[in-house]
């Protein structure tokens, strides 16, 4: 072998290497009801139809948002891989448009107080998630929980949704405060974007995130970005009926139009994630880092 296809190879072993540094974002929120397990969906649908391969691990455990809004019961969860014996390829399961998904199962919560091998296993597993997805989307829990916190210190990127609603706002603030206070938080590493959701205008939109940011700036200094808005759109109320993501089957809603351009903000921001944070075996280990 020559000098030069001996470096084609080791460039061609490092763009692989690349390729398969599945981006990691959170999707979450103050309080439940607020939709974000609709904007999890929404968004995975987007991000397939330019051209990703997306896995969402449902963490919201408890409530099955995922699995109910697709129409698909699991037979086995993340829950059933740790403690009985099922494999990955065991509680994969596939929703519309290519999309994959993970449902976490009640027994999520016990996932931060595994013991040192269990972890071990756990990242060893999920990290085979590394050649299936270009993205992997965490839809954690509501709230300030503490499994839903290790999850969220340990994200380079986390999308909070957030809607007019005054309680809607002041959790989103409890939220943002409980993430800052936390021992594990690293602010200039993460990347905090708001949506607001069932809002009337843009305008409105745009105040709502003014309103978070100013406070937030002023007493947690930290900043968060406005990642865009989706407005009121009946047709997302008709989707959720029929268990499908309005992305899916009213691809002109007014709705579905705004999913779009936020799925393109969120894939044009690739390059603001430094390489080192990318990776689901790096946030695994992160996530579970007082177990190692």
């Known amino acids: 072998?020559?000098?030069?296809?001996?470096?084609?190879?080791?460039?061609?072993?490092?763009?692989?290497?690349?390729?398969?540094?599945?981006?990691?974002?959170?999707?979450?929120?103050?309080?439940?009801?607020?939709?974000?397990?609709?904007?999890?969906?929404n968004l995975a649908i987007q991000f397939t139809k330019m051209g990703?391969?997306?896995?969402?691990?449902?963490a919201d455990f408890g409530l099955a948002n995922i699995e109910v809004m697709f129409g698909v019961i699991p037979q086995y969860n993340l829950s059933d891989m740790m403690f009985k014996g099922k494999e990955l390829k065991d509680i994969i399961m596939d929703g519309p448009e290519g999309v994959k998904f993970i449902s976490g199962g009640s027994g999520i919560a016990r996932l931060v107080n595994l013991d040192k091998e269990q972890v071990k296993r756990l990242?060893?597993?999920?990290?085979?998630?590394?050649?299936?997805?270009?993205?992997?989307?965490?839809?954690?829990?509501?709230?300030?929980?503490?499994?839903?916190?290790?999850?969220?210190?340990?994200?380079?990127?986390?999308?909070?949704?957030?809607?007019?609603e005054p309680t809607s706002i002041?959790?989103?603030?409890?939220?943002?405060?409980a993430l800052?206070?936390?021992?594990?938080?690293?602010?200039?590493?993460?990347n905090i974007k708001m949506i607001a959701n069932r809002v009337n205008s843009e305008s409105e939109a745009r105040n709502l995130y003014e309103k978070l940011n100013m406070v937030v700036t002023k007493f947690l200094n930290i900043n968060i970005q406005y990642l865009g808005c989706v407005p009121q759109d009946n047709n997302i109320v008709k989707a959720v009926m029929?268990?499908?993501p309005v992305s899916l089957i009213y691809p002109n809603a007014v709705s579905t139009k705004h999913f779009e351009d936020i799925a393109s903000r969120i894939i044009a921001g690739e390059m603001d994630?430094?390489?080192?944070?990318?990776?689901?075996?790096?946030?695994?280990?992160?996530?579970?880092?007082?177990?190692l």
């Open 1 to 41: 072998m020559d000098q030069a296809e001996n470096l084609r190879n080791i460039i061609k072993k490092q763009n692989q290497k690349e390729v398969t540094n599945a981006r990691v974002i959170a999707v979450t929120s103050g309080k439940g009801g607020v939709g974000k397990s609709s904007v999890s969906i």
């Open 52 to 58: 990703k391969k997306v896995i969402i691990l449902d």
């Open 123 to 164: 990242v060893s597993k999920l990290s085979d998630l590394e050649n299936m997805a270009d993205v992997i989307i965490i839809d954690t829990g509501a709230g300030i929980s503490p499994s839903v916190m290790e999850f969220l210190v340990a994200s380079p990127e986390t999308i909070l949704v957030t809607t007019p």
């Open 170 to 177: 002041t959790d989103s603030y409890a939220l943002l405060k």
């Open 180 to 190: 800052a206070m936390h021992e594990n938080f690293r602010k200039g590493e993460t």
């Open 242 to 244: 029929r268990q499908q």
């Open 273 to 291: 994630v430094p390489v080192y944070r990318r990776g689901i075996r790096g946030y695994l280990k992160s996530v579970f880092a007082k177990n």
